[in-house]
């Protein structure tokens, strides 16, 4: 059974840092593409940055420059620095872990609030 648990999250005041972390099990997880999203009370779930098993990584425009997301193949970790953090970063963050054949999966989330 696959299972993605994030942890990391938390208040943080603008400017500041966050850097959350996703646990994966019940995959083989050095072939899926992890990503991680995130949903802001009244807006739709956005990609906020995603890494494939190739190591090409894509971010919402939102964040490039400010976050970076990163993998770990042996602890089968996926992490995400979060710097420069503003009031709209503010979210339920998710980790995601998708594969073409073998379907995706969907962590619990987060909660990343920035405010001062």
Not at 18 to 47: D, H, N, V
Request: aromatic residues 8%; proline residues 3%.
């Amino acid at each position: 059974q696959v299972q993605l648990v994030e942890s990391g999250g938390g208040l943080v005041q603008p400017g500041g840092s966050l850097r959350l972390s996703c646990a994966a099990s019940g995959i083989i997880f050095s072939i899926y593409t992890m990503g991680w999203y995130r949903q802001a009370p009244g807006k739709q779930r956005e990609l906020v940055a995603a890494l494939s098993s190739g190591g090409v990584t894509n971010y919402a425009d939102s964040v490039k420059g400010r976050f970076t997301i990163s993998r770990d193949n042996i602890r089968n970790m996926v992490y995400l620095q979060m710097n420069t953090l503003k009031p709209e970063d503010t979210a339920l963050y998710y980790c995601h872990a998708e594969h073409a054949v073998l379907g995706n999966s969907w962590g619990q989330g987060t909660q990343v609030t920035v405010s001062s």
